[in-house]
């Protein structure tokens, strides 16, 4: 089993449009949570640290829930900017190593 | 911006050659990362180190070695490429923190090739 997994899509929204993304994690003993966006062909940037009680960074709202080992990630008024490749990214204390999701495609279409 | 640098940005090889890919950050950061990348698929850890002197292998098996004499520099080395090598590498760093681990810096990555 995958240490992360998401639905890779693609989706494909309006502009101004809600979309949410989920990931799941298998480990239970995992530490930190990252949204991270991919343009295609560049290199992965920090979009977001998910927090347990949740935050928010304008139209981008980050969710955790351990109990059910899941993340995920709500675009609100969707943008032509916002296409991308989302990455979920979970993080073991034990050698802190960093687990990538294959990541999720979204376009945002006029 | 990081000020995480990756050289060469695209390399196209023959097989058997030796090739070094370089990463670089001057963020002072004890903890450098390098991962593969094949398209529409997720990252692979490869290596990552902790600081100097301090390399150690991640989950996907890689026939590249790496060294870490220096804090700032963190390069990949292929003795003998083959096709097989063909993907997208990218090199990350952090700081050094504590619990689950601090938010990675990328690199632009290499685009290697190898015929």
């Known amino acids: 089993r995958k240490e992360v997994e998401q639905d890779p899509g693609p989706f494909n929204v309006p502009e101004g449009a809600t979309v949410a993304f989920n990931c799941t994690y298998s480990?239970?003993?995992?530490?930190?949570f990252f949204w991270y966006r991919q343009d295609c062909r560049k290199e992965p940037k920090l979009l977001m640290s998910?927090?347990?009680s949740g935050n928010e960074d304008g139209r981008f709202t980050a969710q955790l829930n351990r109990a059910s080992q899941y993340i995920s990630l709500l675009i609100r008024d969707s943008k032509l900017s916002d296409s991308a490749t989302y990455l979920c990214?979970?993080?073991?204390?034990?050698?802190?190593?960093?687990?990538f999701g294959t990541g999720t495609s979204l376009t945002v279409i006029p | 911006e990081a000020d995480i640098y990756q050289t060469p940005r695209y390399l196209v090889i023959g097989t058997g050659k030796k090739i070094t890919l370089e990463c670089s950050q001057t963020?002072?950061?004890?903890?450098m990362y390098w991962y593969q990348q094949d398209p529409g698929m997720e990252l692979h850890l490869i290596h990552y180190?902790?600081?100097?002197?301090?390399?150690e292998k991640g989950d996907l098996s890689s026939e590249s070695t790496v060294s870490r004499i220096r804090t700032e520099h963190f390069p990949l080395t292929l003795e003998s490429a083959r096709p097989s090598h063909t993907s997208q590498y990218l090199c990350?760093?952090?700081?050094?923190?504590?619990?689950?681990?601090?938010?990675?810096?990328f690199g632009p990555g290499t685009r290697l090739t190898v015929l």
């Open positions: 990214v979970v993080g073991k204390n034990t050698g802190n190593q960093f687990y």
């Open positions: 180190s902790y600081g100097v002197n301090s390399t």
């Open positions: 998910v927090y347990s």
């Open positions: 990350a760093s952090s700081e050094l923190g504590t619990g689950g681990g601090n938010e990675q810096f």
């Open positions: 963020m002072g950061h004890d903890k």
């Open positions: 480990n239970s003993a995992s530490q930190s």
